[in-house]
């Protein structure tokens, strides 16, 4: 094996080795989104989105045999999955906080259109 051949097979295993640190990203973040750990997953997100730039630089650089290639397929597949799983979590998620701002906002609504006749009977009281 050539030095060339020997640089080109550490950069596919780098760039495959980074596909896999972002499907256990993916992974933690599902688990957390399960779980409706919020902050959390928003911090696993930071470290995902630098690793998913990471990748950018590297594929760009590194040409993968068809081993390789197909490592890279399963990889991707993986953490599509992941990533539809968080994504359907995230829009339940997105529901549940919009039913509860438009219950605050009617409670919001009553009090503003109640509170001030409640504020005038008090008034008409005589006083003792």
Known sequence: MSAFDAASAD??????????????????????????????????????VVL??????????????????????????RILEHDVEIRRRLVTRRDELGKLIGVSQKQRDLHRAYAPQ?????????SP
């Open 11 to 48: 950069s596919q295993q780098l760039l495959l080795d980074t596909y896999t640190k972002l499907l256990t990203r993916a992974a933690q973040m599902q688990a957390l989104a399960s779980s409706e750990q919020w902050a959390e997953l928003i911090e696993e997100r930071t470290h995902y």
């Open 118 to 126: 409640q504020g005038s009977s008090y008034q008409d009281e005589p």
């Open 52 to 77: 998913v730039d990471k990748l950018r630089k590297l594929d760009e650089r590194v040409m993968l045999d068809d081993a390789g290639k197909a490592r890279k397929a399963e990889l991707l597949e």
